[in-house]
C-alpha cells in the first residue's frame, strides 16, 4: 500500500470517528441522558416546597403557598424529556371543601437542579358547571418561604 493512501486513510478514519468519540459521556454538570424527566413538589404533602423526592408520574400534587389548589388521581398518558400530560380531578377550594372537576394537566419548561432535569412550568385546565372553560399556570419558583408551586 503506498504511503499516501494509509495517511489519507487515516485522516479520513479521525474526521470520521472524532465527533463520535464525546457520545457517551455528558458534560460535567449535565443529567445523564437516560435519566427521566421528574417533577418535584408534587406527592400530595402541603405545602410541598421542597427539593426533596423528585418524582416520575406522580398520582397527586397541592399547588400554591395555602394549598387551596390540587389535582388527584392524576393518569399520565405521556412522559417525556421535554414535556408530560394526562388526566384527573382538579380539586378546586370552595370555602368549606374541594369540588373536584376532570381536568387535563401539562408539565413544561425543563430545567436542571443538581444535574437533574425536572419540570417548571405546569397548566390544569378544567371545564366548570355551565360549561365554562378556565385554566391555571403555575411555576415551580422560590419564594421568601422556600420552593413552591406558585
Known amino acids: 500500500m503506498n504511503v499516501r493512501v494509509t495517511v489519507l486513510i487515516v485522516a479520513v478514519t479521525g474526521c470520521v470517528l472524532a465527533p463520535l468519540a464525546g457520545l457517551g459521556a455528558a458534560p460535567a454538570g449535565a443529567a445523564p441522558a437516560s435519566a427521566r ?16 423526592k423528585p418524582e416520575v408520574r406522580p398520582s397527586r400534587a397541592w399547588f400554591s403557598l395555602a394549598c387551596e389548589d390540587g389535582i388527584r388521581s392524576i393518569r399520565w398518558t405521556d412522559w417525556r424529556q421535554a414535556s408530560a400530560s394526562g388526566r384527573g380531578k382538579h380539586l378546586l377550594f370552595n370555602g368549606t371543601g374541594f369540588t373536584p372537576q376532570q381536568a387535563t394537566i401539562a408539565l413544561s419548561r425543563v430545567r436542571v437542579h443538581d444535574g437533574r432535569r425536572y419540570f417548571a412550568h405546569l397548566v390544569i385546565k378544567w371545564v366548570a358547571r355551565g ?17 413552591y408551586w406558585d
Open 37 to 52: 424527566t421528574v417533577v418535584y413538589g408534587f406527592g400530595g404533602h402541603c405545602p410541598s416546597g421542597k427539593w426533596g
Open 131 to 147: 360549561g365554562r372553560h378556565h385554566h391555571e399556570a403555575y411555576n415551580w419558583k422560590r419564594t421568601s418561604l422556600g420552593w
